[in-house]
């Protein structure tokens, strides 16, 4: 009998499809738009069709008497508390409106055609009031007040600071100054927003919700429903993007359950496209203005930085991107003075929530042009004044972030070599002839890499179960919005325990069931469900390695789990089949069976009252390089190729992170040349794909990958939360490759062909219509 | 400030109804019959109408070009891997049949009337072969043989023995000696037979399937259907009634799961009530041949049975009543010699399953038919006769079984004197005007009160996690089969977490995400799923009372959880609300959550060839006093009062075991007087609730209940398992009750007025018809 041996094999760096594929792919997977409970009723939202107003009265009798209709509800059938990270926006108004999205009334009737037309028979009566479009206005003294509490339209200011921002003034040879406006985008969700509500006989309350955060939703939403949270149990279907827009409680919510409620009956409220557009959170759009130094030798020796941001007419988590932004400012580069500034105003725009990037998209476009521009004004080349002023692994910044791992130089020669940057931007910058002309531009970024402690934790629970198949049943905080932590927990739990990733399956949807989560933001699930899969799995390997140990005479560490065999690590000898073993402790040997839990807490702080503090474990780097041509005579930018080089501590899947990166670049090229949801008065004149330009395939640009692996000391295997970063830096490293290209500087978004050209002919003083 | 403090309150023994009351009352709760899945295809089965032939040919042909019709599949599109305990019976019979139930052919179509139809077009020729339909004539030299592979029809035979049966008889004063036929019957569960099969685009298999052993039914249903184990996850919908009928695999159940396959569509298939009363199990029918005796004192002396048991055509667990029968033949009194021989037969008749009690009410009949027979000989009264011979607490019986807590003598003495035995007995045996004959019974039992090791495990897995809200799941391995296991376990985990009931959800129901279980049977679930549970409680209580006494520098031992409050043991003084200290746990003092696991192995044996060892951890024990009515003239039987005195351990849900007691005396009770499925050459004749009569409403005496608490000091809060006590001895209660009205013995079942108006003819020497 010849002995086979089985070498140690890894499943990290491989190419995985994601676990959900064939089941997305199929058509067998099941989103909200499935769900079909008995006798469910379908629900709508009447939305106000003014900007800011008195409601004088709402008529809701013709609604109430048409056939087919159970319910319609207003303000005064309901609890009126107001909900979201503000706690400023009531789920159905009844003394005013104050955006284009606000809710008014609801229905629920047997179908969405009876709903629809429901709505249509509802008669409002307004008193318009004076409204408010821009900050500035919303600033000015006798402006409309938005939120009576917030008399001078200011919810929330924030102010950061670390050195000397005057003495970096006078040390410095260069002084750049520049205000950038940012644009609203919105989140563009293939799977539109929804949610099911449905009551036991009980009054327990389960939810069929998109949420990302569904432990904190319960708590958030509880006070807003009047049912206890541990009475509401959240199941979230698979869920179609989110990207952030699903991170806080939204007013259509509550409206289910009140319809609920009402009706006694489980009600599904689901958006049409053009309803998620105007009702769903956008990107906060702001103003900024950055003043920045640098001396001689190309040291950055400052940064301050001021901005305005459109607050809408509530307070989502768009308000709070202003705790990223300012790590961005005082720790992308060495900076030794740094200043930051922020009013958040109200005005009757629609309001903005939490977005892939989280206003590192808006600051990134704002330091990285400011990069190219000193680097011009210093006649040094960007990629060498980015190095000088890089920092280096084992630095802490003067934020109070630590960067264990940092790989930034890494990613800056690495982007540079592989896109050949240095030569073609001096080649492009000698001068082009003809109307198209090709542009390089590189930008890097500074991103949260493994979560962002903002509550008292910041962790992911674990539960792991291993049957008698040696079939893995891994119940995780962590929820999947299709960023692929299926297939990441599921394969650094098979790496531990030597399964192969079939064995494995993943339950990720159930609240009653998993064990608490923070939710799925500041690129945290990777690092931290990684990390508490990894353990969990750990102890299980463990005690499934001690009980080989004492039937094969033997120590656990002289044995591993591989390819499901029970095997001597140093010879790769197969022992014993895995199931065989699993079932020889659970019915011969000791009567057990293979159960572990995992509370992980990464080791980050919540930062003090000046925003210092070693918020994450880990962070990401970046730097990319856009290669693009504009056409000086019609405007349009075309951008060819994106060099993405991430440091990612680590790839665990290696078709995941690519698919991440690209979609996050895609997302960055989106932002910086076709999308803008344009708001006029308040009102959205571009609710649909038609007129919102997402970018479609024939426009993706080639995207060169380069993963830098810094080995993160903490992270699963040495990775790093990823999931932001790719977006954040593409529209700099645009801004910056149209510089070159044109020679003329853009300090706002999208480079839209109108917007292209009143630039350019403003650059060389033609007049703009 | 007043100060509230906090009594000990327990909710173990309190009158809780059970948590799934309220959905199932409310028509809220859904079972097999409500689920469709999308897609779904309904699935119906060709029975034979033949008793024992060869299949000649089938012809489909007509079937499938049925319109609506997806699949039709025979033996020869299928694996012919034989199931069931006996691994006899393969799913689909291709070239013989056995008997009524067998499964032909079976056809998948858009509607159950076109599956119908499509049955109705198969055409299928058969040669018949001899039939038999009696074990005596199927054990007769020459008789048909129905498995080849056994010639003598004989499967399976037990041979038990302890102590020295002819030196028993030798020392008798008294011996009697009887012959008793036990009928057909069957389960009647209000749910029928059905299972919904769905494979995912990756070949896994969701079963969802009311079987009370969803692990063991992996590994079963595993290599019938060519699916490897931890690719089929079992869950079990709301189950309507199970009592052992779904213990086994049964045919139906893969070839559902061949439909799925052959449509790559989720297949649903539920019987018909006439289909459940044909093709689901029986309890099995036997003649039993008892001869016992006893000293001029009341000690008995011996007991020698043999026993005959109707196999039917195939071997499921009926085949194994015989392993609980022994014990109740050894061991329910002092017995210093027995034996007891079982031959179990194939014939041509419907074949049996598991059936709440498992042979242990045909052997009792028999066993307190003798007792009263004999004290009758030895002229004591029956009550003073079994109290002389029952046993104490501490003995272990001559088989082996340790009697750790033994609470007979009580209930003896506690039913009698509730009921007046001994002085209605008397008066009833002293003569009687008028047709109407009031008579009064008794009987005892003893069944296993806390599983059976007949596999290497007899454990029950839990995993308990708590959240922020002191919300508690519980993940048991245990399932719920309407015998209020839920109920139970939710008080003994509330009841050490000190939280009301209605923060306990207990999830029993997916195979993928709890852990292992043996399943529902033998009793198990409150004594081992409830001592699992109530551990990983234990382990959860103590880490919460070790955080709490970190916080108020104290010892957990100090503390103690009452109303969702930690409170000071001593004083009850409240200290923190629960909830909030496990929030200070997860978010503040050590960024932990609490989650738990426990697999609790009972500490039974399993038993030796000779079948000694001690099986159970504990021990049930009963006697039940049956009074009624026999009109003489009609012959009709009314039972008007039972008496029931069960030790129970300890009771932990009151209205619960009340309810397991009721129902268990009204299945008795229909046993003894109503129930009879009547199999007529191999055709069961009454297929219907109009011909098979069960109890109902009207005829449902009056149960006194009187629980012993002999509080088992391994059984959780003390409580012994009793889900098939109940049922186990009240026919012979009436048997002998019916004696003592009119002296008349009956020596089978049930006593409908046909039957006993026969016997009583045949005992008055009048001639019957």
């Not at 008529?59 to 990270?85: N, R, Y």
């Not at 291993?466 to 790496?495: M, N, P, R």
Request: aromatic letters at 8%; proline letters at 5%; a negative charge.
């Amino acid at each position: 009998m010849t002995e086979k041996t089985l070498k140690k094999k890894t499943l990290i760096g491989q190419r995985i499809p994601k676990l959900d594929a064939p089941s997305k792919v199929t058509g067998e997977a099941h989103y909200l738009q499935d769900i079909a409970l008995p006798g469910m009723l379908h629900g709508k939202i009447l939305r106000t069709d003014r900007i800011h107003a008195r409601i004088l009265s709402i008529d809701t009798s013709e609604a109430k008497a048409l056939p087919g209709v159970h319910a319609v509800i207003t303000a005064e059938d309901t609890p009126v508390v107001p909900l979201g990270f503000g706690q400023d926006n009531p789920p159905l108004k009844g003394d005013r409106v104050r955006c284009t999205r606000d809710e008014i009334a609801a229905v629920a009737a047997d179908t969405e055609a009876i709903a629809e037309k429901a709505l249509k028979l509802i008669k409002v009566e307004y008193e318009d009031l004076p409204a408010v479009f821009t900050t500035h206005d919303a600033l000015k003294e006798g402006a409309p007040v938005i939120h009576d509490k917030h008399p001078n339209n200011t919810p929330f200011t924030y102010d950061y600071e670390h050195g000397d921002v005057a003495k970096g003034e006078q040390e410095s040879d260069v002084i750049v100054e520049d205000t950038f406006e940012l644009h609203f985008v919105t989140h563009c969700c293939m799977g539109v927003s929804g949610i099911v509500a449905d009551f036991d006989v009980e009054g327990n309350l389960t939810l069929y919700s998109q949420t990302q955060m569904p432990f904190l939703y319960k708590r958030d939403l509880a006070p807003v429903i009047g049912v206890p949270a541990e009475k509401i149990h959240v199941i979230q279907p698979i869920i179609g993007g989110a990207f952030g827009s699903k991170l806080d409680v939204y007013p259509f919510e509550p409206i289910c359950v009140f319809l609920a409620k009402a009706t006694r009956k489980p009600v599904r409220i689901v958006f049409s496209r053009e309803e998620e557009f105007l009702a769903s959170p956008t990107r906060q759009p702001m103003q900024l203005t950055m003043r920045s130094g640098a001396r001689k030798d190309g040291t950055i020796t400052f940064r301050d930085v001021t901005t305005l941001h459109d607050n809408g007419g509530y307070t989502s988590w768009g308000a709070t991107t202003p705790f990223v932004m300012m790590q961005a400012f005082s720790s992308l580069y060495r900076i030794e003075h740094c200043r930051y500034n922020t009013t958040v105003v109200y005005t009757n725009n629609p309001y903005s929530g939490a977005f892939r990037g989280y206003g590192n998209l808006q600051a990134t476009f704002a330091i990285e042009s400011h990069m190219d521009k000193m680097a011009e004004a210093l006649e040094m080349d960007p990629l060498q004044f980015r190095l000088h002023n890089a920092q280096d692994a084992g630095e802490t910044t003067l934020q109070g972030l630590h960067l264990q791992t940092c790989g930034l130089k890494d990613c800056l020669t690495t982007a540079g070599e592989r896109s050949d940057f240095v030569a073609k931007h001096a080649a492009n910058r000698a001068g082009q002839k003809g109307p198209k002309k090709r542009g390089i531009g590189m930008a890097s970024l500074f991103h949260v890499g493994g979560g962002a402690k903002i509550y008292h934790t910041d962790g992911c629970g674990t539960i792991l179960k291993v049957d008698d198949y040696a079939k893995v049943t891994v119940l995780t905080g962590a929820s999947e919005i299709g960023q692929g932590s299926e297939t990441v927990i599921a394969q650094l739990v098979a790496e531990e325990l030597g399964v192969p990733l079939t064995k494995i399956s993943v339950v990720n949807n159930d609240s009653e069931i998993r064990p608490w989560d923070v939710g799925v933001h500041a690129s945290r699930t990777t690092f931290i469900a990684g990390n508490s899969a990894q353990r969990a799995a750990r102890k299980a390997r463990q005690k499934i390695l001690e009980a080989a140990a004492t039937k094969f005479d033997t120590t656990a560490e002289k044995l591993d789990l591989r390819d499901g065999q029970v095997v001597r690590d140093d010879s790769g000898e197969p022992l014993m089949e895995l199931g065989k073993l699993l079932r020889a402790l659970h019915f011969r040997d000791k009567n057990e069976i293979v159960v572990t839990s995992e509370y992980y807490e990464p080791p980050s702080v919540m930062q003090d009252r000046e925003f210092k503090g070693n918020v994450s474990p880990t962070y990401a780097f970046a730097t990319q390089v856009a290669e693009l041509e504009v056409d000086v005579e019609t405007g349009v930018v075309n951008v060819t190729k994106v060099t993405a080089a991430h440091d990612v501590g680590r790839v665990i899947n290696a078709l995941g992170i690519e698919g991440q990166v690209e979609g996050g670049v895609i997302m960055g090229v989106g932002y910086a040349t076709r999308e803008h949801l344009l708001v006029n008065d308040g009102y959205v004149t571009n609710p649909s794909f038609r007129d919102y330009k997402i970018l479609t395939a024939p426009e993706i640009p080639e995207v060169d990958f380069a993963f830098i692996e810094t080995m993160d000391p903490e992270g699963p295997a040495g990775a790093k939360g990823i999931g932001e970063a790719p977006a954040i830096c593409t529209a700099a490293a645009i801004a910056n490759a149209f510089y070159n290209a044109t020679g003329v500087r853009m300090y706002g978004l999208p480079f839209t062909p109108e917007r292209v050209l009143r630039a350019l002919k403003a650059a060389a003083g033609e007049p703009v219509a």
